[in-house]
């Protein structure tokens, strides 16, 4: 019998090449009603089709284009706002963190601590996040080669920590450009790692708007599809009822009514897939 390999995300069982999985959720925290109502229709979402979902979304974007952005509530009044999203829905929570001495009381709060893409060299922050003992999800940054993540999981395994997600979000090409290989995902999974696509983030223009990242929201889709075609175990998209309001990325945040036909779909292509490997 083949051993089999669980990932445990608060009450979410993921079993590595079995459980397709999303993360989902506004890019930040623009209040506690928009975190509620968004992950309601996700826990709703998830009795219809039966796919695990864990909501996501950030206390702090420290990484805004501009000195002028919003960056979100906060350490503190984020966490009540992701505590009250736990306990009000059931969903399994995620949020990143910037620095190690965030990592301590967020990792009371949320069932998955999550490493920016820019940051996933730190070795401090790595270090700290595994010393939890909560799973980590590593995004890969945009100037890292799939092949390169091996150190960021290397870390985290030497700290102890045995839970690790990595995540493709697109690679620099050329200025205010992200293009994304495919072939990242099953370099990724060679670490014997879950891997998920960000399906949103990988559409960014990064500073493409001067102030602001732009984005084309229209391809996520496209990405999302030909990522679950390529093996990837889970989605990640940053979700919001009207998009074009939100107060971060609103150029490539889906509409929440997008993501239970999207996720059918790559669902479908990820059963197909997985019974021919």
């Given at each position: 019998?083949?051993?089999?390999?669980?990932?445990?995300?608060?009450?979410?069982?993921?079993?590595?090449?079995?459980?397709f999985?999303?993360?989902?959720?506004?890019?930040?925290?623009e209040?506690?009603?928009?975190?509620?109502?968004v992950?309601?229709?996700?826990?709703q979402?998830?009795?219809?089709?039966?796919?695990?979902?864990?909501?996501?979304?950030?206390?702090?974007?420290?990484?805004?284009?501009?000195?002028?952005?919003?960056?979100?509530?906060?350490?503190?009044?984020?966490?009540e706002?992701l505590?009250?999203?736990?306990?009000?829905?059931?969903l399994?929570?995620?949020?990143?963190i910037?620095?190690?001495?965030?990592v301590?009381?967020?990792?009371?709060?949320?069932?998955?601590?999550?490493?920016?893409?820019f940051?996933?060299?730190?070795?401090?922050?790595?270090?700290?996040?595994?010393?939890?003992?909560?799973?980590?999800?590593?995004?890969?940054?945009?100037?890292?080669?799939?092949e390169?993540?091996?150190?960021?999981v290397?870390?985290?395994?030497?700290?102890?920590?045995?839970?690790?997600?990595l995540?493709?979000r697109?690679?620099?090409?050329?200025?205010?450009?992200?293009?994304?290989?495919?072939?990242?995902?099953?370099?990724?999974?060679?670490?014997?790692?879950?891997v998920?696509?960000d399906?949103?983030?990988?559409?960014?223009?990064?500073?493409?708007?001067?102030?602001?990242?732009?984005?084309?929201r229209?391809?996520?889709?496209?990405?999302?599809?030909?990522?679950?075609?390529?093996g990837?175990d889970?989605?990640?998209?940053?979700?919001?009822?009207?998009?074009?309001?939100?107060?971060?990325?609103?150029?490539?945040?889906?509409?929440?009514?997008q993501?239970?036909?999207?996720?059918?779909?790559?669902?479908q292509?990820?059963?197909?897939v997985?019974?021919?490997?």
């Open positions: 019998m083949q051993n089999r390999t669980i990932y445990q995300i608060g009450p979410a069982s993921i079993e590595l090449g079995k459980t999985f999303v993360i989902a959720g506004p890019c930040v925290i209040n506690e009603s928009l975190c509620l109502d992950a309601d229709a996700l826990l979402i998830q009795k219809r089709i039966q796919i695990p979902f864990i909501f996501k979304a950030s206390f702090d974007k420290a990484n805004r284009t501009s000195i002028e952005s919003f960056r979100g509530p906060g350490l503190e009044k984020g966490l706002v505590e009250k999203v736990r306990r009000k829905t059931g399994p929570v995620l949020t990143d910037h620095e190690p001495s965030q301590s009381p967020v990792s009371k709060v949320v069932d998955c601590l999550q490493v920016p893409a940051l996933c060299r730190q070795t401090d922050l790595l270090v700290a996040c595994a010393k939890t003992g909560k799973p980590v999800n590593v995004k890969k940054g945009q100037f890292v080669s799939p390169e993540m091996k150190n960021a290397q870390k985290i395994r030497a700290a102890g920590g045995q839970q690790i997600f995540t493709e697109g690679t620099f090409f050329g200025y205010n450009r992200l293009v994304n290989d495919m072939t990242a995902i099953p370099a990724m999974r060679n670490l014997g790692c879950p998920i696509f399906a949103t983030h990988s559409t960014q223009r990064p500073g493409g708007l001067g102030t602001a990242s732009a984005g084309r229209d391809l996520a889709p496209v990405l999302a599809r030909a990522a679950a075609a390529a990837a889970g989605l990640f998209m940053e979700v919001h009822p009207t998009p074009e309001k939100a107060l971060c990325d609103a150029d490539c945040m889906l509409p929440l009514d993501v239970e036909p999207l996720v059918k779909t790559c669902y292509i990820y059963q197909i997985r019974q021919t490997i």
